[in-house]
């Protein structure tokens, strides 16, 4: 079995000097087969980042996510472990609790990653995410461990020999690691093959090439991720290919980029040469060019022209905020015959928020547990569907107690009958302001609802629930458009 381990370096020694102090293995297993509550949080702030990213490339690749399988550590991890560096290997690990790796990875062996994972918007406005630099010196630290891991004889692990980073940090140190190669080949008293590779020039079985069978060798591999959206889709295509996923490749002869909202010059069709035209005819023969009745169609037809254009210019925006108990029927396990009215009835004056009544959540059971049958959320009316991009609640303390929303899943239900998909899970919850989160799946859905997490004493409370409706209403923009051309060829053939 192959797991992701996160190596880490602390300031240590005499000289407090930045040093390698372990990895955490982070094994992926059947949640049924471990006790409840011992599923592995990394203490990053990127949380929400990793979240989104494994919610979107899983969910856009209709890969399956019913595995059942959480991120577990092999063994229990001192205080130093910590930072942002973890979320490579997190982020890694969570998507193979989702997919299974490809075969040339297989092997009873560590796989290190190190690296922070960060969310930008592109041009289009989509989210996208990418492997950002890490400390050089704790790098360089961490890949003196890497060269000295041997494996363990006892569980039969193999060495590890693929070493996943941040290729900007790679390079920021690559002219003093020959000295660290020949350090720790005097210390093991072998010869040390590193090889270091990009997303561009690596070979299919890097993983698998252990420098053949001479003992008196220790073969690792450096595989450097540049921080472009690009490479972090191809690290998940190298080490998950039997699902493809869309990636942006660079022309190496142009530089031009290609891929989604994005067009070379050459997919642009060129403009027609326009016709020549014989004579002084410039399309108004017979009639003067300024008569009245010419002026008169022009001022229709540009009336026409500039009101077809303001009602699609208006239609093509998203409906927007609404409250869900306008669309469907409000839930929620609720706290001893509490009122749903607090999901629906805050409202927005002057950009200002004026919050109505309070809907008191269930609390029993719930202390410090994983999200499970504790929810609130709309189910839509009849068989109807929508398009639902974002959710946001407002969340709350009981009277003056210290409860509030802890962390929360987000599920949707994609018709009547239909299991409930998570697509969006571990995020965040914070009280006394907006929680807002992306839903990360792209057709129409019936209902959308919040698992959620509470901590310590008291009920946790929602004073407010939307969602956002991301559809043009195409029936109003057809019916305008058609009562302005009735009424334009209405009034020509008046003036005729």
């Known amino acids: 079995m192959v797991d992701f381990a996160f190596p ?15 990895t955490c293995v982070l094994e992926t297993a059947a949640i049924v087969e471990k006790e ?55 982020f890694l690990a969570k998507f193979m609790t989702k997919k299974n790796l490809g075969s040339h990875l297989s092997g009873h062996r560590d796989i290190w990653a190190t690296g922070e994972l960060k969310e930008i918007r592109d041009t289009t406005g989509q989210a996208v995410w990418y492997i950002s630099a890490v400390h050089a010196d704790g790098l360089k630290a961490k890949i003196k461990g890497f060269l000295q891991e041997m494996g363990d004889e006892k569980t039969g692990r193999k060495p590890a020999n693929l070493f996943i980073l941040p290729l900007e940090s790679y390079n920021a140190i690559n002219s003093s690691l020959e000295e660290v190669v020949d350090s720790i080949s005097e210390i093991t008293g072998k010869t040390i093959c590193m090889k270091a590779f990009t997303m561009d020039t690596c070979p299919p079985d890097l993983e698998t090439n252990d420098h053949g069978s001479d003992p008196e060798t220790i073969s690792k591999n450096i595989l450097a991720i540049n921080s472009r959206p690009q490479d972090l889709k191809a690290l998940i295509n190298y080490l998950f290919p039997a699902q493809a996923i869309e990636t942006i490749e660079t022309d190496p002869s142009t530089g031009d980029t290609e891929g989604p909202g994005i067009f070379k010059a050459a997919d642009i069709p060129e403009t027609p040469p326009l016709s020549e035209v014989d004579g002084d005819n410039t399309g108004f023969t017979g009639k003067s060019f300024f008569s009245i009745q010419r002026c008169f169609h022009m001022l229709v037809w540009a009336g026409l022209f500039f009101s077809s254009v303001f009602i699609l210019w208006q239609g ?23 009122s749903l009215e607090g999901l629906a009835d805050g409202y927005w004056k002057k950009d200002v928020f004026f919050p ?41 303390k009981q ?10 899943d987000i599920q949707i239900q994609q018709y009547p009958g239909s299991k409930w ?39 946790p409370t929602v004073l407010d629930f939307q969602v956002f409706i991301d559809e043009t209403p195409a029936w109003p923009i057809l019916l ?17």
């Open 356 to 396: 109505g009544k309070s809907t008191v959540l269930e609390e029993d059971g719930m202390k410090e547990g994983r999200p499970g049958d504790f929810y609130f959320g709309v189910v839509l009316h009849g068989e109807n569907q929508r398009k639902i991009s974002r959710i946001r609640f407002l969340s709350d």
């Open 399 to 408: 009277m003056d107690m210290v409860n509030h929303i802890k962390s929360f």
């Open 36 to 90: 409840p509550g011992t599923e592995f949080r990394p203490n990053t702030i990127n949380m929400q980042a990793i979240n989104n990213a494994v919610s979107s490339l899983i969910f856009n690749n209709q890969i399956d996510h019913h595995t059942g399988r959480g991120i577990y550590v092999r063994k229990k991890l001192p205080d130093a472990y910590r930072g942002e560096s973890m979320d490579l290997a997190y």
């Open 316 to 338: 093509i925006h998203p409906i927007g905020w609404v409250s869900p108990a306008s669309i469907g029927n409000l839930s929620a396990t609720l706290n001893h015959g509490a």
């Open 421 to 459: 998909l998570i697509v969006g899970d571990s995020l965040k919850g914070y009280p006394e302001h907006w929680n807002e989160a992306e839903v990360f799946y792209q057709k129409a859905i019936h209902g959308i609802r919040i698992i959620y997490t509470k901590i310590s004493y008291g009920a």
């Open 480 to 496: 305008k458009l058609a009562a302005i051309v009735m009424i334009a060829v209405a009034l020509l053939k008046i003036k005729k």
């Open 8 to 22: 880490n370096a602390d300031y240590t020694g005499p000289n407090n000097k930045l040093t390698f102090i372990g």
